[in-house]
Nanobody, 123 residues
Framework: QVQLVESGGGLVQAGGSLRLSCAAS????????MGWFRQAPGKERDFVAA????????YYADSVKGRFTISRDNAKNTVYLQMNSLIPEDTAVYYC????????????????WGQGTQVTVSS
C-alpha cells in the first residue's frame, strides 16, 4: 500500500510558478507510475501529467504541455510537478496518484490518491 501527501500549493499571480511535491510512503515507490490530476470546483477530475517508474517516460495534457514538468526522485520517494506560466484556468485542487498499471491518464486506472493541494492563480 502507498500513502501519498501533496504539498506546495498556494496563491500565485498569473505568469508565476509553483512546484508541487508528492511524498510517498513505502519501499515500493519506484515500482509505481505516478500521475498528477486536478479538479476545479464543479468539474470532473482531469489528467495533468504522468511519469513512469523510472522517470524515462512522461505524458502531459495538451492544456499544460510546455508549461508543466513532471519529475520524480525515487531515492526520496517523491514526485514533483513544476508549474510555470500559470494562468487562472490552472486554478484547482491538485492530486497525485499512484498506479502499477502502465502510465494511464484515466482516474479509474490509479490505485492510490493523496488528499490534494489547492492551487489558486489570480489574474
Amino acid at each position: 500500500q502507498v500513502q501519498l501527501v501533496e504539498s506546495g500549493g498556494g496563491l500565485v499571480q498569473a505568469g508565476g510558478s509553483l512546484r508541487l511535491s508528492c511524498a510517498a510512503s513505502g519501499r515500493t515507490f519506484s515500482t509505481y507510475a505516478m500521475g498528477w490530476f486536478r479538479q476545479a470546483p464543479g468539474k470532473e477530475r482531469d489528467f495533468v501529467a504522468a511519469i513512469n517508474w523510472s522517470g524515462g517516460n512522461t505524458y502531459y495534457a495538451d492544456s499544460v504541455k510546455g508549461r508543466f514538468t513532471i519529475s520524480r526522485d525515487n531515492a526520496k520517494n517523491t514526485v514533483y510537478l513544476q508549474m510555470n506560466s500559470l494562468i487562472p484556468e490552472d486554478t484547482a485542487v491538485y492530486y497525485c496518484a499512484a498506479t502499477l498499471s502502465g502510465i494511464p491518464r484515466l482516474v479509474s486506472e490509479y490505485d492510490y490518491w493523496g488528499q490534494g493541494t489547492q492551487v489558486t492563480v489570480s489574474s
